[in-house]
């Protein structure tokens, strides 16, 4: 069972009382897919479920997106955000096909049935518009880094107690059962020996880190590839028109 008051106290305590850096660099690889799928019209209502400490959509609003909303577990009075809803993912206070984009980075995996916020992502967003979810996969070596220390540290990551990791093609086949049309399976950060090395390298220069996402010619098999092993599987799905 997942202990959703620990997620709430670990993340409360990284966005909101260490000194993390909060804001979103150009090359962010989840703001690489953000951005293609953004509605044109900048008064469309945009959702980021799993806000954490709202960075996503500050970046939002800086590229002139009037409408965006967060929800996240925080009580009001912890995140500073403008547009903020105190909730679960899988029970979002909104109406019926009230929302235009969903997008949801790094959070899905944190619910005892991640289909279930899918659903309620299916039922606020209006027909033809896209849903689009980032999540550590079960066959990365980041994950099972995340494993063992679970099993052997466990005090170091309490808030994963309880989570269960899915492959890319298990949250594809969710999306789908809920209605979706899946267009996008992918993922970035393939590499788990370069990343950290490099981290600790700019660290102590002084310098923060931040990986380029690749940008090179879509391949559907490698990017089902960096789904499967990378750092993060992204998965975009439509929901169909009436």
């Known amino acids: 069972m997942i202990d959703r ?47 954490g400490d709202g960075r996503y959509m500050h970046k939002l ?19 500073k955000i403008n547009n903020y809803i105190c909730a679960s993912i899988d029970k979002i206070p909104l109406a019926d096909e009230s929302v235009d984009m969903i997008y949801s980075l790094s959070t899905i995996y944190y619910l005892d049935k991640p289909i279930d916020a899918i659903k309620e992502f ?37 808030h994963l107690k309880g989570v269960r990791f899915y492959s890319s093609l298990e949250y594809k086949k969710m999306m789908e059962t809920a209605g979706f049309k899946v267009t ?4 970035y950060r393939v590499s788990y020996f370069s990343g950290p090395v490099l981290r600790k390298i700019f660290k102590l220069c002084g310098i923060q880190y931040v990986p380029k996402y690749s ?26 028109n009436n």
């Open 5 to 51: 008051k620990q997620i709430e106290s670990t993340y409360k305590k990284i966005f909101f009382e260490e000194k993390n850096i909060s804001h979103v660099p150009n090359n962010d690889e989840p703001f690489y897919f953000i951005q293609r799928y953004l509605p044109k019209n900048h008064d469309s209502y945009i959702l980021d479920a799993g806000c």
């Open 61 to 79: 609003a800086t590229l002139g997106y009037k409408n965006v909303w967060g929800v996240d577990l925080f009580s009001p009075d912890s995140p």
């Open 122 to 158: 299916f039922r606020v967003l209006k027909p033809g518009t896209c849903l689009l979810i980032t999540a550590h996969t079960k066959y990365s070596l980041f994950t099972l880094n995340r494993i063992l220390r679970r099993k052997f540290k466990p005090h170091l990551v309490k």
């Open 184 to 187: 996008e399976i992918d993922g």
């Open 215 to 240: 940008k090179q010619k879509r391949n559907k098999i490698i990017a089902l590839l960096r789904s499967i092993f990378g750092y993060h599987a992204v998965l975009v799905g439509f929901k169909p």
